[in-house]
Structures are given as structure tokens and as C-alpha cells.
């Protein structure tokens, strides 16, 4: 077979620049395809050509493998990578490419769509002798006392799985029969609007296991061969956060162990190109087969940086009919790797998904960092796609190593504009707990994401970073002032208070006070005065000593938000007007909307009494059902919104009227 020439990837943001990364290292030309919201997007300037599919939703544009096929032979393209998501695991576009003549990296069409039902695999599997939990096709049941059946073949308690993929959607977990129906409905819908399809099946559910999965690599001469392993354990709605290799739960006689069950389940449905077999790792080293997944893993760059194998490259050699190199035969280990995901979510706010613009995004690459990232300065983040930025990934000697070096890093990283869930990633770094390899898929639920994804920046540390905001923007009017240019800023012939701005931040309001005299810089923030000289102050960068202690700032003013990043963190302050435009009251009991999204369904009407925490609407935002559930019993006076209707974050969903009950009335006397 002859060379890939040029090559199209069928894929956005991260994925795709890593792909064409590799294509450029191996002189392959590269195509890129490409939604209206990324037309500006960093990886199409970075591929040699790029093709146009118009709108907006993944419906509309990646997720059109004839639009894809079609770009692929309008500029020449031999070749097509799917990356992950979208479709990467679609055996129909895997057959439309080669019957377009197009070679397709990854598996053979048969095995993409038996792995592509976790029913097919799990029965493939059992029959090879691969270890499987108990589960059941869910089929079209919506009675609950057959789905109570079903569920007692499984027993309690149970996860509801999508069985055509994976990612976390399409996932419920069951305890209670009472929640059985409801959980396969939601699992339903949500698995048919992320994959097309929306079959379930039920599976017995492990408490507190580990999360343990195998890299394979077979070519088309019948070599099948794994890459260690890695572990997944921290995980968010069944989503990774991160992931690590080598894992501290797996000796050498459990790797051999589970390594083998990872290549007889490849050999055993003649698996061809990258691939990863996903385990449940119990007490005791026992273990139980997850799934295939037929792609490229995000987290493949933690496998790259203990072996030293680019499996891009693997996957390319492998597609253009090449054996196995001998270095992927005989891998070796080198050091530990640990990367997070840093998504653009609210983890206060139960991981709500967040958008807005990266005013600017910088994460530190010392020796030992990788960054796979889709976005730079100026990038949009949007509710159409899955919210993660970018990848961050540490490789030392040693796991604590990795673990400090990749902490650090995180912590300096200049984010601005969108809510991150960067601070979470450090403290879990940090955790004790993960520190010493204790960690499980409870991790989240042992440690509240509200507590682990508080500020790092305390308030002592924000009302020192709010003294260097205000000190900038002295600076910068000053910098633009074009009279009295000769004059200290905030000079007065008799001065008789400070200079005031107050900001607004993740710790409340704060009141800077500053004067520039004779006698030095006086300052104070929220009444308390500082022992500060103010070393240098420029509109982008302020050095400030204060307690004897000399910090440097840097600023960044993105419209009234002021982003300071300093020793302790980031933090963004909001600069309040001196006279603010009285804010519109709003109706109490006002429902807002967690996230930008589409309304899939209004579960209320005018009138209608509800109980607290009961379901009012249900929000899609990034292909994740998210519910808007009411805060207190009471009637609903109104709904603001119905289905297919696009909402901000903020918006009144509706409005609940609380109702306070009576006083009890108590009886005295003789009860008998």
C-alpha cells in the first residue's frame, strides 16, 4: 500500500491540531473541515487547506460524514482521521470512506460497529473468556414493572448505559427502583441526541472501583500488542478529569494479567490501529471489561510520554499497511504522567458548562508540560461543543513530581474571561488523598467539587491583588492623560482623602484607597490601611511590597473586568461604577438558567403547585441534559420559556411563589 500524501481530519479544536502535528513531522499535507463558530479557530490556520461545512451544531457540520467525504475528495485528500468523538466510532462513515477509495485510521468498519454496542461487546468478550460484569438490554421497556424485571436479573444497585457510546452521556445511576424509569427515559433521550441512538442496557454498578484501561496497537500482519496501562479514576458524570500512567493499584503481575485480557479481547474481534479496552479494577486485582473504544483516547498523551511513541504516527504507519515498528514490540516505561482536562465549567455550580471569550489563555510549559490545547486569545467558547480547552500534562521520575510540577503549572496559567475549573485540578493534585494513590470513581462525591473547586486566590490574598488592579489603572490613566502630564497621578494642591475604586470579586466587594504624597503611597483596602510601597506600577504589570513581603502582579484589563494574576493565583475583578444604573428588580422566586442552552422540555405551568427540588425545566447545553430544579414548595405564577427555545445563562426560566406554611396549632388538655 502506498503512503498516506495527504490526509483530512475530520475533527476540531485540540484533536485536530495534535493529529496535524504529527502529519507535519511525517511530511503528510493536511485538510481541515471546519463549522462558521471555528472558522477562526487555530486549527484551521494550521492545516495546509481548509473546507467549509456550513452552520453551526455538530448536527449540522462534524457530524455529516457525507459533507466530510465530500471536502475529502474536492482537495485530493487519500486519507481521513477521525480523531475522537463526532465520528470516530461511526462504522458507516468508516465504509462511506472506503468506498470513496479514502483510507479511514482506525479499525475495520465490522469492529467499529460490534464494539460500538456495549451489548455486541459485552457478548464478544464474554465468549473470548474476557471478564464481564452482569447486565441486560434494556430493549424498547418502558413499563416499570418490566423494567423492575429486568433490573432484578442485574440486581441493585445498577447503571443505565447508553450501549453506542460513551463519554459519560447517556448514563444514570440506579439504587432505588423508584428511580428506574425515569433514569432510562433521561438516558434515552440524551444518548439520541449525542450519538443517534438510543439504546440502553442495564449493568450491575461496582461501588468505589478504579478506573484502569489498556493501550492497544495492532496492524494488519496479526501483531496485537499493549502500551500499559492507565488510570482514569477521577472522574465528573463519568467524566475523566484525570488520568495518569503508570497507576499506583497495578503491580507487575496484575499488569501482565490484565495487559493479556486487553490483547486477547483485540485478537479476538481482529482489531486493527490504536485502540483502548477499558476496565473496572475491584479489591484484589480483579477485573471487569467496560468497553472498546475504537479511536484514539483523549488522554493518549500520558502513554506518549512514559514510552516516547508518538501513537499518531503509529496509527499512521498502521493505516498505510506498515508492520508494527520494533520500539512499539518491546515498549518500556520511563518516569510518571498525569493529565487534567481543563474544561471551561462551574465547578461550584455542579460543573455547569460555561461560555463567554478567552480573553487570554497562557498555561506554562517548563521542561516536563505538554499543552494540547484548541484555543488561544481571543477563541469563543460556545454551548454547540464539548467545553474542554485544552489538555496539561506533566512527565518526572516520580509521580509526586508530576504531580507538583503539573499543580504549579495550572496555578500560573492565565485565564481569563471564561469560568474554569482550574482550581479543582490543583487541589486534587494536592489532595492527600490522591497523593497517595487512595483515589476511586467516589473521589468527587468523597470531596464536594463546591469545596475542592473554591478560589485558591483566599481574601487576604484578592484584596492584595484588587491594591494591584487599582495601582494599574492609576497607571493607565495617567499613560493617557494629555494634560498635567508632568504631575504625580492623584496630585492635589490640598489633598483631603484618598483615591477610591471599588472592584467586585469571588470574595465579595472590595474599596481600594490610594494616595501618592510626600510622605510615599498610602493604601488601604476595605478600611484596612497597608504597609506598602508600591516599587513599580505600569498598567500591565505592578510590584508591590507590602508587609515586608515584594509581590509582582500582572494585569490584564478585558472591558470592566480587571484579571490579576499573582504568587497565590488569578483572580478577575469586576470594577464597579461610581454611579451605578439602578438594576431592574426581578419577581422573587425567579428560576434562572444554570448555563447558555436549548429548553428540551418545560415540565411546570402557570398555576401548577410544586414541592422543592422538584424538576421545572430541562436545559441542553454541550449535549448534557442539565435539569432547573425549583428552590421552594410553592405555586408557579409563570413560565418564561418553552421547548426548542435557546436561552443565556441567567435567563428566569419561571417563577415560583413560595408558600410559607401556617403555624402548627398545638392542643392542650386531656388527649384521652
Known amino acids: ?184 427515559a433521561s438516558a434515552r433521550r440524551e444518548a439520541a441526541a449525542a450519538f443517534g441512538d438510543g439504546t440502553v442496557l442495564l449493568e450491575r454498578y461496582v461501588e468505589a472501583p478504579r478506573h484502569v484501561e489498556i493501550q492497544l496497537l495492532a496492524d494488519t500482519h496479526g501483531t496485537t500488542v499493549h502500551l500499559f496501562e492507565r488510570e482514569c479514576s477521577i472522574q465528573r458524570r463519568h467524566q475523566k478529569i484525570v488520568e495518569e500512567s503508570p497507576s499506583v493499584a497495578v503491580d507487575e503481575a496484575l499488569r501482565e494479567r490484565i495487559g493479556a485480557a486487553a490483547v486477547t479481547a483485540g485478537r479476538a474481534i481482529g482489531y486493527v490501529g490504536a485502540g483502548t479496552v477499558e476496565f473496572l479494577l475491584g479489591p484484589g486485582g480483579e477485573h471487569w471489561f467496560l468497553e472498546v473504544n475504537t479511536r484514539l483516547q483523549v488522554e493518549h498523551p500520558v502513554t506518549e510520554c512514559i514510552t516516547g511513541l508518538d501513537l499518531v504516527r503509529l496509527q499512521l504507519l498502521v493505516a498505510q499497511g506498515e508492520p508494527l515498528p520494533p520500539e512499539a514490540l518491546t515498549p518500556r516505561r520511563s518516569g510518571h504522567a498525569i493529565e487534567v482536562r481543563l474544561y471551561a465549567e462551574d465547578a461550584e455550580r455542579d460543573f455547569a458548562p460555561c461560555t463567554g471569550t478567552l480573553h487570554r489563555f497562557r498555561v506554562p510549559a517548563p521542561t516536563g508540560v505538554r499543552v494540547d490545547s484548541g484555543v488561544e486569545d481571543g477563541s469563543v467558547v460556545s454551548t454547540h461543543y464539548d467545553p474542554m480547552l485544552a489538555k496539561v500534562v506533566a512527565h518526572a521520575p516520580s509521580r509526586a513530581e508530576a504531580a507538583r510540577l503539573l499543580a504549579s503549572a495550572l496555578a500560573g496559567a492565565r485565564l481569563h474571561g471564561v469560568t474554569t475549573n482550574r482550581d479543582l485540578l490543583v487541589r486534587v493534585l494536592r489532595h492527600p488523598e490522591f497523593l497517595a494513590g487512595a483515589t476511586d470513581t467516589h473521589f468527587l462525591e468523597r470531596h464536594p467539587a463546591a469545596d475542592l473547586g473554591a478560589p485558591l486566590v483566599d481574601q487576604a490574598a484578592e484584596r492584595l491583588a484588587a491594591a494591584a488592579a487599582a495601582l494599574a489603572g492609576r497607571a493607565r490613566r495617567t499613560a493617557r492623560r494629555r494634560v498635567l502630564g508632568t504631575l504625580p497621578p492623584g496630585w492635589r494642591n490640598n489633598p483631603s482623602q484618598l483615591e477610591r475604586v471599588d472592584f467586585e470579586g469571588r470574595h465579595g466587594r472590595h474599596r481600594v484607597g490610594y494616595r501618592e504624597g510626600r510622605e510615599g503611597l498610602r493604601l488601604e483596602v476595605d478600611g484596612l490601611e497597608l504597609d506598602a510601597v508600591a516599587v513599580e506600577a505600569r498598567e500591565d504589570a505592578v510590584v508591590l511590597e507590602a508587609g515586608g513581603v515584594r509581590r509582582t502582579y500582572s494585569v490584564h484589563l478585558a472591558g470592566d473586568v480587571h484579571h490579576v494574576d499573582g504568587p497565590a493565583g488569578g483572580v478577575a475583578l469586576r470594577e464597579l461604577p461610581r454611579l451605578p444604573v439602578p438594576e431592574v428588580a426581578e419577581p422573587p422566586g425567579s428560576l434562572h438558567a444554570p448555563m447558555p442552552g436549548m429548553v428540551l422540555r418545560v415540565e411546570v405551568a402557570p398555576g401548577d403547585s410544586v414541592v422543592a427540588g422538584s424538576v421545572v425545566a430541562v436545559l441542553e447545553a454541550m449535549k448534557m441534559e442539565h435539569a432547573v430544579l425549583a428552590g421552594s414548595t410553592g405555586r408557579v405564577a409563570g413560565v418564561m420559556v418553552r421547548p426548542g427555545q435557546q436561552v443565556e445563562a441567567g435567563a428566569v426560566i419561571a417563577v415560583i411563589e413560595e408558600i410559607v406554611p401556617s403555624p402548627a396549632t398545638f392542643m392542650t388538655g386531656d388527649s384521652g
Not at 13 to 31: H, K, L, N, Q
Not at 41 to 51: G, T
Not at 91 to 114: E, H
Request: aromatic letters at 4%.
Open 1 to 184: 500500500m502506498s503512503g498516506i500524501e495527504r490526509l483530512l481530519v475530520a475533527n476540531r479544536g485540540e484533536i485536530a491540531r495534535r493529529v496535524m502535528r504529527t502529519c507535519r513531522e511525517m511530511g503528510i499535507a493536511t485538510v481541515a473541515v471546519f463549522s462558521d463558530p471555528d472558522s477562526g479557530a487555530p486549527f484551521v490556520r494550521e492545516a495546509d487547506e481548509a473546507v467549509r461545512l456550513p452552520g453551526a451544531s455538530a448536527a449540522e457540520t462534524y457530524l455529516r460524514g457525507d459533507a466530510v467525504v465530500e471536502a475529502a475528495l474536492r482537495t485530493g485528500a487519500d486519507a481521513v482521521h477521525p480523531g475522537y468523538g463526532f465520528l470516530s466510532e461511526n462504522a458507516g462513515f468508516a465504509r462511506d470512506c472506503s468506498a470513496a477509495g479514502l483510507t479511514f485510521v482506525g479499525p475495520p468498519a465490522d469492529v467499529i460497529a460490534a464494539m460500538g454496542s456495549k451489548l455486541e461487546a459485552r457478548r464478544l468478550m464474554a465468549a473470548a473468556g474476557v471478564p464481564v460484569l452482569p447486565g441486560v438490554a434494556a430493549g424498547d421497556a418502558t413499563d416499570p414493572e418490566e423494567l423492575a424485571r429486568l433490573a432484578a436479573e442485574v440486581g441493585l444497585p445498577l447503571l443505565v448505559k447508553a450501549s453506542a457510546g460513551g463519554g459519560g452521556r447517556g448514563m444514570r445511576r440506579v439504587r432505588d427502583l423508584a428511580e428506574l424509569e425515569a433514569a432510562v
